[in-house]
């Protein structure tokens, strides 16, 4: 199954205890690459999460925001810092004596700093927690592996097309290519003619000649090994594995070849199917930078 790297989900898990929502999204990158955001307190999940998610995804830059509301919060006790409220209380009385304003009791001042005051709360149940964050985390790939299942298929359907239109383009080649030998064959005469008037030609000169220039031109093995590239890219869109490294590795082969025939064309009919061919390759190319 061809998959995209682009992809987008999004999950809440609901229960007494807690409210958890988890957004996963991804874009292209040669590797997996992880990274996740947490709630503060709750960064023991993120290992969990990466693990988890590297299961389904093998490439690709993956982000993951994770919201944690702990509905039991008022379970939690409100205690004073005897320490930091001692130094806030000092630093404001040596303010208002040195510059004689009126500090009065102080406790609303001190209240303004967070750090003042502690809250506990009981300890975190670790592992339930991972369980239903992983819980949210689940649902949120089954959107997301979604999303990038339909764009893959997309994906898919263009690289086909273009593969089909190479395909037309090498039928075009290996059809022309005969006919430019003839062609030569023909202008040879007329060139010896024009310049011998009418002498005898030596027939076989000239087939030798020609048989030279054929040679030279002969792109039939080019195009063997650029339809047997298209097949494998075939074959490759029907596999369940992620296939992006070898499409690349193969794009690569197929625009070697049509290089190769690039250079030895002679004909300007040709030429302009080359030219056609480089250019779906490079569109290929672009397509699969995107597939996993």
Request: proline fraction near 2%; charged fraction near 30%; include cysteine.
């Amino acid at each position: 199954m061809i998959r995209s790297m682009t992809g987008y989900g999004r999950a809440v898990e609901i229960s007494p205890e807690m409210t958890v929502t988890v957004e996963i999204k991804s874009v292209n990158h040669r590797f997996f690459e992880f990274s996740c955001r947490t709630t503060r307190g709750y960064a023991f999940v993120e290992e969990k999460l990466k693990t988890f998610i590297n299961r389904y995804i093998s490439r690709g830059k993956v982000d993951c925001f994770v919201q944690i509301e702990d509905l039991a919060a008022e379970n939690g006790v409100v205690s004073v810092n005897p320490a930091m409220a001692a130094g806030y209380y000092n630093a404001l009385k040596e303010l208002s004596e040195t510059y004689g304003l009126k500090m009065g009791d102080g406790v609303e001042l001190l209240a303004c700093h967070s750090d003042v005051f502690e809250i506990r709360k009981p300890p975190a149940d670790e592992e339930k927690i991972c369980a239903f964050v992983l819980g949210a985390a689940e649902k949120a790939l089954e959107s997301f592996l979604e999303m990038r299942r339909v764009e893959g298929e997309k994906l898919k359907a263009d690289v086909l097309g273009r593969a089909d239109a190479i395909l037309e383009s090498v039928a075009f080649v290996e059809a022309r290519s005969p006919q430019t030998v003839a062609e030569y064959n023909e202008k040879l005469k007329a060139r010896i003619a024009e310049l011998i008037g009418d002498t005898p030609v030596d027939e076989g000169r000239l087939l030798t000649e020609a048989a030279i220039f054929a040679d030279k031109i002969a792109v039939a093995e080019e195009t063997v090994r650029l339809r047997s590239h298209i097949e494998q890219l075939r074959h490759f869109f029907e596999l369940e594995e992620p296939v992006g490294r070898k499409l690349d590795f193969l794009v690569q082969e197929i625009n070697r070849e049509a290089n190769t025939i690039g250079s030895k064309a002679s004909d300007i009919e040709i030429a302009r199917q080359v030219i056609e061919i480089k250019s779906e390759v490079e569109k290929i190319r672009e397509q699969i930078q995107n597939i996993e």
